[in-house]
Structures are given as structure tokens and as C-alpha cells.
């Protein structure tokens, strides 16, 4: 089956961690993209990678690290520095060469407690 | 800045009915416009995708047309159904180099068996 996955679907944080949220994908698309939904906002940019070793910050990239060593791979840190990091947290991919539809995973519930 | 506004952010229609959906944009300078549906606790999922050269998409039962001179899209739902019911979200790719969606905060549509 080709997609996204994105582990764990829920995720327990307490105040002060770092934690990692994984995504991958088997589409072999070349841009990948971090969004963030909270209840009643659109869903925001965080960050977003065109291509291997290289990405972008979004629009509320403050708090978020990622890496793209891979280009199946493109994990997400939310660090102690984020100040609200309670929620949904959406992974996508665009193949870029014949379409730009941005395809998405099923997300990561993060709360901290 | 893009903003996109997406409404009503909520509408309960009887089966049968046919629907339209609306979706507004700031800047008009953008380089395409996505449908998605979002089930309840669910990741996105795409419906339609119009380049911003283009006038309508059409897939089964979903029409969607893009109006870029005036920042408008409808989308269209005929015949609804109760497995329709979900939350539409509009997304806009803006023109130039940046990449990434900005995003509408979505209807909830609720079709009545």
C-alpha cells in the first residue's frame, strides 16, 4: 500500500520535553510538509522540505525543528521552546513534477499534560 | 498576507439536496486552490485541485470552479449524501517561489438521512 504514516496517533507530552513526531512516506514524492490544526483554525504551516538535506520554515516555525535526511523521512521535533504545542499535527507530500495535489497522513494527537 | 475564508462554516441540509459551499482569498495571485474533506479525527483528504489557469474541476458528484480575478471558489455537492457529511476545508498555494497551503477554517456539513 503506498501513503503516508505518521506514528504515534497519540502522543503524551510533559512540559519541559522535546518529542519527535515521525512521518514517512512510500509515494516517492519529493516535497513534504508539517501543518498544525487546532480546534476551530485552519490548519497552519510549520515547516516544509522540497528536497532532500534542504527545508523551509512556515509560518509559525517558532518552537519546531525538523530534519529531512532522507527523502522518505521527515520527522518533526516540537521542542520545550513551543509554548502551546496541544495539537493535531498533520504530515503531507507533493510528487511536484506532474501534480501538486498535497497528499495527508492521518495526523498525531500531541498533548501535554 | 493570504487569508482564506470559507462559508458557512456550518450547514445541515436533507438528503437529496444539492449543495454549495464557498471559499474567498485575499490575494488573488495564487498559483492553484485545493478541496480536501476531513472526517472527524481523520487526516485530509483531496477532491479537487484547479491550477489557477483553470476555470472548474469536476469528479463525480463534486463540481469546483475558481474565479482568481475575483478571490472566489464554490464547491458544488449534487445529490448529497449522508456519507458527505464531514468538514470541507479550501486551501490556496500562493504564486511565487513559497511553497505550502494557507487554508480556510472549513464547513461542517451535516446531510440528514
Known amino acids: 500500500d503506498g501513503g503516508i504514516t505518521q506514528s504515534p496517533k497519540y502522543l503524551f507530552r510533559k512540559e519541559g520535553q522535546n518529542v519527535t513526531l515521525s512521518c514517512e512516506q512510500n509515494?516517492?514524492?519529493?516535497?513534504m510538509y508539517w501543518y498544525r490544526q487546532d480546534p476551530g483554525q485552519g490548519l497552519r504551516l510549520i515547516y516544509y522540505s522540497q528536497i532532500v538535506n534542504d527545508f523551509q520554515k512556515g509560518d509559525i516555525a517558532e518552537g519546531y525543528s525538523v530534519s529531512r535526511e532522507k527523502k522518505e523521512s521527515f520527522p518533526l521535533t516540537v521542542t520545550s521552546a513551543q509554548k502551546n504545542p496541544t495539537a493535531f499535527y498533520l504530515c503531507?507530500?507533493?510528487?511536484?513534477?506532474?501534480?501538486?495535489?498535497?497528499?495527508f497522513g492521518p495526523g498525531t494527537r500531541l498533548t501535554v499534560l | 498576507k493570504q487569508e482564506v475564508t470559507q462559508i458557512p462554516a456550518a450547514l445541515s441540509v436533507p438528503e437529496g439536496e444539492n449543495l454549495v459551499l464557498n471559499c474567498s482569498f485575499t490575494?488573488?495571485?495564487?498559483?492553484?486552490l485545493q478541496w480536501f474533506r476531513q472526517d472527524p479525527g481523520k487526516g485530509l483528504t483531496s477532491l479537487l485541485l484547479i491550477q489557477s489557469s483553470q476555470r472548474e474541476q469536476t469528479s463525480g458528484r463534486l463540481n469546483a470552479s475558481l474565479d482568481k480575478s475575483s478571490g472566489r471558489s464554490t464547491l458544488y455537492i449534487a445529490a448529497s449524501q449522508p456519507g458527505d457529511s464531514a468538514t470541507y476545508l479550501c486551501?490556496?498555494?500562493?504564486?511565487?517561489?513559497?511553497?505550502?497551503?494557507?487554508f480556510g477554517k472549513g464547513t461542517h456539513l451535516i446531510i440528514q438521512p
Open positions: 503531507a507530500s507533493r510528487e511536484g513534477r506532474h501534480t501538486d495535489t498535497q497528499y
Open positions: 509515494l516517492n514524492h519529493d516535497a
Open positions: 486551501a490556496v498555494r500562493g504564486g511565487g517561489g513559497a511553497d505550502g497551503l494557507t
Open positions: 490575494d488573488s495571485a495564487i498559483y492553484n
